[in-house]
């Protein structure tokens, strides 16, 4: 594999101010490291997805069917696109997809596309809805949680010893902090709308949030940790300023999580730190952050080192910097009308 | 005279933030400071960077207060106030 041509595909090139997707920092950071020298191809779902278009990272851009549409379809507009591109690696960055993807490993590998990816069942450990599980096996605290598929629960939830305020929870992405019954009633209803059942109720707990980026060598070892504080925070909560930092128990924790999940590729843990100084498990994330870019910055280039060690290289990676602070801004790009129809009609955008 | 809270043995050691803590700060001359670990930031006056400066080095409460009493021309008792007081500032923003 180190022979071929460096062409490599990401996923999640969307740039919603409120949640971007994580792709255009990891082809930040891929530009960064590798300039010129690597051919990078843009991946999303929607014609609106801005890092399409931002010709200064993507040398090419092309639409997907949406996850929703099975691995089947995927399979298909991949095989167009590596017939056009020739991509040796494929980088999914949204957590909806990893199934698809997952399930497609074996076939895309056939075409000589690479992916670390991990199994289906790795993937399902950490699942919001069998988290506690993973979390007890771990020993670490984990926030008492519950799958609803129904509103009433809000209605009575007292019953079963819950009180407001609490999380709601999508499956996939999306929180929500609910004070009353119609609260709870409202966030549940639009969360299941957009992400699916079940819906997770969970304890609300007070603190600030930590998280961490690496990668998971496949056997038990996690490699080049980034960690950070979450300065400021979108209405979706996502990290709007944010600064690195080296906590120690932060690291421990999701040394312990890789080792248990054997975990295979990049993965972001968000835990909490409450007010008394304890630590709860919030979520583990299947790939890189939105934030891996501030790693990059503090001089641990992940998606960097994911390509290299997909290359068979021997990584050495630095100790990331603390105190690099980001600052997120939103930015329009301007693309005439041919561009955009080249994106609707044929759903690629190739600059020459 | 009731004995106060530096006084007492036991609570010597659990008056300013632990050591580890303390030498992680990254101290400015202009006064900022940071904490890798939490990764919060905050802001101390000439007296608190001087302070942090010289718990950095190794001095305990003891020493901390002849220090202060010479190089600030107060007395033991102000100085032992205020070195509380910036004590329990100081434990919460490393909390």
């Keep these: ?352 | 005279m009731n004995e106060l809270s530096w006084q007492k043995e036991h609570n010597k050691t659990d008056l300013f933030p632990k050591m580890e803590a303390l030498q992680q700060l990254a101290l400015n001359d202009s006064g900022f400071v940071f904490d890798p670990v939490n990764g919060r930031s905050f802001t101390a006056n000439s007296i608190g960077l001087f302070l942090l400066k010289t718990l950095q080095k190794g001095a305990d409460l003891d020493a901390l207060l002849t220090i202060v009493v010479d190089e600030f021309d107060v007395d033991m008792r102000t100085a032992e106030r205020d070195i509380t007081e910036f004590a329990g500032q100081l434990r919460k923003l490393l909390a």
């Design chain 1, 1 to 352: 594999m180190s022979d071929s041509p460096m062409i490599v595909a990401v996923t999640g090139m969307n740039c919603q101010p409120e949640n971007p997707g994580p792709g255009l920092a990891v082809v930040r950071s891929l530009r960064q490291e590798f300039g010129a020298s690597i051919r990078i191809i843009g991946l999303s779902y929607d014609v609106l997805d801005a890092g399409l278009y931002l010709n200064e990272f993507c040398d090419a851009a092309y639409l997907l069917p949406y996850p929703s549409a099975g691995e089947q379809p995927l399979l298909q507009r991949l095989e167009q696109i590596q017939q056009q591109e020739g991509m040796t690696i494929l980088i999914p960055c949204l957590d909806a997809e990893l199934l698809n993807f997952i399930r497609l490993k074996d076939q895309l590998l056939a075409v000589g596309v690479h992916m670390v990816l991990p199994t289906r069942e790795q993937l399902l450990q950490r699942n919001k809805d069998r988290l506690d599980v993973l979390a007890a096996k771990a020993d670490i605290r984990y926030p008492e949680s519950k799958n609803i598929s129904h509103n009433d629960f809000f209605y009575h939830c007292h019953d079963e010893g819950w009180r407001y305020p609490m999380v709601v929870k999508g499956l996939f992405y999306d929180a929500k902090v609910v004070y009353t019954p119609d609260e709870g009633a409202a966030a549940f209803r639009s969360i299941a709308a957009e992400w699916g059942l079940p819906v997770l109720v969970q304890r609300y707990a007070k603190g600030h949030e930590v998280n961490l980026v690496a990668l998971g060598d496949g056997q038990g070892e996690m490699i080049g940790a980034v960690m950070m504080r979450k300065k400021a925070v979108t209405d979706k909560g996502k990290a709007w300023a944010a600064i690195t930092i080296h906590d120690p128990h932060l690291e421990e924790t999701a040394r312990k999580l890789i080792k248990e999940l054997r975990w295979s590729g990049p993965l972001e843990v968000e835990i909490l730190k409450e007010e008394s100084g304890q630590y709860l498990l919030i979520e583990i994330n299947p790939r890189f952050p939105a934030w891996v870019y501030l790693a990059t910055e503090a001089g641990v280039n992940l998606p960097a080192a994911l390509v290299r060690m997909m290359q068979g290289e021997e990584l050495t990676l630095a100790e990331p910097e603390t105190g690099k602070m980001m600052i997120r801004y939103a930015q329009e790009t301007v693309i005439d009308l041919k561009t955009f129809e080249s994106m609707m009609m044929s759903g690629m955008h190739v600059p020459l």
